[in-house]
């Protein structure tokens, strides 16, 4: 686990691909505080260049690596380790999303994380309760391009997080596309919103609130004009009658190209009426009076979950305990799979190139490498790995979950070829070393006793080359030599040649 924390002056940044704009936040820690230095946004609007298939088009790809490449010009002084970049909705609906994600990767100096609406929710919530520190119970909403979040939280706890497939981007394409500003228009984007809403209403409504906050660019514009337009309450808080009356001043203009209002930039202007009708119906279906605006959001919040995984506070850690717990993981076993594992990483890390995070990787599919045990113990290796893909885990990104996933799905049976070209493609070289390690620290604790095993000395001839050397002296010798020289069959079919050298000569094997 990393253990080298920000110092006090030292940068951090994150980059949010939001479906509608791009955001850059440059921070610097300050006595445990991050103070945001610098910061850019440019309207991508990556929403609306999804098709009717969710194919991203060509121009709006290439509208986001334009953007992309002005962001990374800001990026001199920030250490790739200090950086992290999140995307949302719009990569999340894309089909071709991998495409974007490589031609970007070529330009970023960090590979982009795509990641599930929940965990963008408690990372928004994070942001939200750093910058805004209340001790209430809050519900925070978080009005994007593509999606909707809603948190109830209490402190730094988020303790139910959702994600609605609702934004003013989408919701413009759906309903205002023509740029016609109408009261039929209004009613039908407000009457869809309801509909999602109304899924969650009645879990929301029994977990409660005293309080409600609002972050991002919709909620902070409609914010700015009703308090320019005395609409506001005294602690310039949104109003619902406020945002009824700025409904009916948007139909009496009719036209986005009308929309001369304080507090709406010109990028904002075409998904506005889009955003207040959202924005309506979360207010109408939840019963909402007032919502106070927040200036933290995704961004800061991604920065606050970075600081934490330097001080060894990771959230992911805490996931991994949950997942334990939640399918009844014999921890004894993985503890012990988690201690060879390990043991066999420090052995061959620098010959192979491997990482601190490849080592955290490891470590955490070697907890969870029997979570699929809880379904059938037949073929649970593709249980476990089905668990870690499809689940809600937080601080994991899609990509986290499926590298723990291919981890956990190679670490018993047969290797084939395409299992191979499938873990290269998701995490390269260093996963396909990853998944070896976990199959060789597994396959050493087979009897699952705390009995001293032979100790495995593994040497990296060269990356394609493994040698170990197994010391004898235990009952368990001869099984572990014997499942040891089968697996130079499997190594094989991904490339790798295992040789496996006695320390003596024995018989009977």
Known sequence: MPTNFLANNELMAAIDIGSNSFHLAIARLDHGEVRKVASMSEK???????????????????????????????????????LRIVATNAL????????????????LPKPIEIIAGREEARLIYLGVSHTNASSDKRLVV???????????????EPLLTESLQMGCVAFT??????????????????????KEILAISGQYQKTGWSSVVGSSG??????????????????????????????????????????ELEGVKEHRKSVFPAGVAVLRAV???????TIAYSDGALREGVMYDMLGRFASEDVRDRSVQALIQRYSVDKRQAERVVKTSHCLFEQVEHRLGLSTEDDDLLRRAAFLYEIGLAISHSGYHR???????HSDVPGFSQVDQLRLGQLTQHHRRKLKSDGFAQAKMIGGMNLVYLCLLLRLAVLAHHSRSDIERPVINLNIVDSDHWQITLDEGSEDYPLLLSDLKDEVEQFAKWHIKLEVVAEEPIDDV
Do not use: P
Request: proline fraction near 0%; hydrophobic fraction near 40%.
């Open 44 to 82: 991508v609007q990556l929403a609306a260049g999804l098709d009717a298939n969710n194919i991203l088009s060509e121009e709006a790809q290439q509208r986001g690596l334009d953007c992309l490449s002005r962001f990374v010009g800001r990026l001199e002084s920030v250490s790739a380790e200090r």
């Open 383 to 389: 249980h476990s790995a089905y668990l870690l893909e």
């Open 92 to 107: 999340r609906q894309a089909k071709n999303a991998d495409e974007f994600i490589r031609r970007a990767n070529e330009i």
């Open 142 to 156: 978080d009005i994007g391009g593509g999606s909707t979040e809603f948190i109830i939280g209490q402190e730094f």
């Open 283 to 289: 207010m109408k279906v939840l019963g909402i009076d």
């Open 218 to 259: 919709t909620i902070k514009a409609v914010r700015n004009v009703l308090v320019a337009k005395g609409w506001a309450d005294e602690q310039e808080r949104i109003t619902y009658q406020g945002v009824k009356s700025l409904e009916k001043l948007l139909i009496d203009l009719g036209d986005v190209d009308k929309i």
């Open 173 to 194: 394409k759906y309903y205002f596309e023509d740029g016609n500003i109408t009261e039929k228009a209004f009613d039908k984007a407000i009457a869809a919103a309801r």
